[in-house]
Every structure is written in C-alpha cells, then in structure tokens.
C-alpha cells in the first residue's frame, strides 16, 4: 500500500538487538566487543518499538534505539502506517540539533533500512506528562519549551529561510500519513459520532451535545483547514507532554515523526492543551485544596511564562525583516495570530484527548469512573471556551483567565 519495505527491514526483538548493534561501527565507543548487553523494550507511545540497551557492567553506557513499525502499535496490523516517518523524524532530529542542541537528544545514527534511529538515552530524565500526574513542578520548563518553539519555528518559516530552500523543505517533510492522523483523530472523529471514539459513558451526555453544537464545529473546521493548508514553519506535530522529558535543570523534545510544515500555533497550543489537561486532571488527582491551587498555579504561570519567553525569543527573527515589507503592526499581527491559532488548536487538541481513540493518562488514566467523568468534563468545558473565544484573545493571560474560568458540569444537574 505504501510501497515496499526493503529486503533488509525487520522489526527489531529483545532477543535480536544485541546482534544489531553489534553490526554498527557508530556505537563501537559506546560498547565493547566484549560488552554483555542489557535491552528492554519500552515503548509506551501509539505507534513504534522503543528498546533502552545497556552494558550490563555499566548501565551508564547506554542507548535508544526508536524502531518505526509499518503499522499503528496501538491498533494492530488493520492499520497499516509507512515507516518513513523515522526519516522525518530523523531529519527533524537532526534540523533541532542544530538550532536547539541543548533540547535536543544526540543522534548517533539513523538506519534508513530498518527504520530506526539510534539516539542518546535520557535516563536521568522523566516523561513529562508522568512527572505533572504526580504533581511535580519543573521550574526551568517554561523557559526551555519557549526558547525551543521560537528558534526551532522561527528559524524554519519563511521569515528567515531563502524562498527555495524554504520550498524544498517543505517538499522534503511531506507528511501525508501521520499528517492523516491528526486531521482524523484531533480535528474529525471527536466532533461526530464514530465507533472509533472512546470516552467513558459517563460523559456521553457532554459529548454528544458536544457533537450536535454546529457552532464549535464551524470553528473545529476553520482549525482543521488552518492545520492542513498553511505551510509557516516546520513544526514537531504531535508537542504534547509525553513527547517532552524533563528533570529539574533540563529539557528535552523528543519523537518529532509527525513533523511537516505547519501552522506555528499547532506546537505552541500543544504544549498549553497538554498543561490544561493537567489543570482539569488535578481536579480529581489532587484532592487537597491549598495543595491543587499550588500546583494549578504553577500549570497556568508556565504557560504565560512559555508565551512571554516564545515572543521574547522570537524577537531576532523580526529583527532581521525587511521592515519596509513587514512593518511592525504585521509583526504584531503575525504573533497575535499563533497566539489565537494556540488557542484553537490547542482547544482540538483538548477535545480529542478525553472523546477520541488516543487519550492521555492524566485523565484516562484516573480509576474512579466518576472522578475521571469530573476531569474529563472540565477538560471539554475549558476547551470549548477556549475555542469559541480564540478571536478574541490578544494575550494569554486572557486566554489561561477563560479556561480556569471553566468548570465541570458532570455530575449533571
Ligand atoms: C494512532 S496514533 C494516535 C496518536 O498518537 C500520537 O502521539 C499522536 O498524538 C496521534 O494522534
Ligand atoms: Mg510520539
């Protein structure tokens, strides 16, 4: 369907790995020939083979390799996905390396036959989204993610790339099944009733009056339209807070396979939807007051924080434009634009994570079905505010004052 794999490609196992790496001249500083080597397969995303590898005598001396599969992971053989996103991914990698090193995982190689990058292991760091469940604070994030987003978006639009190299790039990170992904699971499926959907019955009251507001979906509409037409700059595609890692003093982004040239604010509204849905999670996760109201506070000062840090690191770029051509009120319009398509597109993004097939273990995760009705309906009330007021927003502390403004309306009156 997607053309042929080659002869060479096999899904990796951990009985096989070893015998892999054991092929690679690129990994013969990190592991001796003499070397017993540990591996486990760890991949707890939607979509591929993740193994951590290691030198039993020495755990520190140790590796990633991110096997694509030809399939969805989490559905199984019936949905078949070309494993050419590892070269996207690869080529992402590779381009936010060198503008964000300090964010970005070391790449030993990538290995264009099996579809698999070798990358640095980041075992002194958490998944995000794990750490947040938990309620811890990562003081420098804001800091990080925002100066990540400016220069790794900035850097890719056509406000700093030479207009050829701009339309070779956007040639080169075509992404039409992965882009296919989103276009069906954050911006369609949730807004109708579809078998493929799953959100807990507690919720189908909201969900379907939801579904039936043609209001939203007019506006659900002008995002998906936005996200598949409007080529600004190469974004990561799929910015949420299991694809960050995090500890106190760094931060890094990671799985970039759904990158393509896209609208800016599909990353910024990633990473504000992703804290959001933390926000409504500690409704329920956190049940002391002066103790959720502390960790709310710290989800709503880092996304204004991310957005001032963004614009503030943004900043060279306009001062590079020819300002005869771009004036400043187009400058100022530009900005007020990613952060009203934030707003949207990060609502979508909101929607898709409590009714869609992919959910996030913030709320899918909270066993309780009612505790878990409470976080899921106040993750839809903050977004539906969010998206049917985007046009009105001019900064985001406007925008974090409507979604904390929201509030559960499960159980029903
Ligand atoms: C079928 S893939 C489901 C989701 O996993 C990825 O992380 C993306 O968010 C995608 O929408
Ligand atoms: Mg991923």
Known sequence: MFGDLSSIYRPLTTETVGAYIRTRPELTAIFNPSDELEAVEVGDGNLNLVFKIWAKADPDRTIVLKQALPYVRLVGDSWPLPPDRARIEAQALEIHSRLVPEHTPHVYFYDPDMYLTAMQNLNKHLIMRKGLIQGIKYPRFAEHIGT?????????????????????????????????????????EPYRVTERNLFHKELEP??????????????????????????QALVHGDLHTGSI????????????????????GFDVGAVIANLLL???????????????????????DTIIQLWHVFVREFQPVWDQVDPINMPKGYQQNYMLNILQDAAGMGACKMMR????LAGVEDIRGIENADDKAVAGSLALNMAQALLMNRKQFTTIEEIVEVATGAKPTYPWK
């Open 148 to 188: 990540f987003m400016a220069r790794t978006l900035g850097s890719t639009s056509d406000l700093v790339l030479d207009y050829r190299a701009k339309k070779m790039e956007v040639a080169r990170f075509i992404n039409p099944e992965l882009c296919k992904i989103t276009e069906d699971l954050v911006f369609t």
């Open 245 to 264: 890692m995090v500890n106190q003093t760094d931060t890094y982004v990671i799985d970039p396979e759904f990158a393509f040239y896209g609208p800016i």
């Open 278 to 300: 933390s926000y409504a999670s500690h409704e329920v996760r956190t049940a002391d007051l002066a103790q959720r109201a502390d960790f709310r506070k710290y989800l709503t």
């Open 206 to 231: 909201q969900v379907l009056a939801l579904q039936a507001d043609e209001a939203l979906r007019v506006e659900v509409a002008a995002m998906k339209e936005k996200f598949m037409t409007q080529a």
């Open 353 to 356: 994570r409590v009714i869609g």
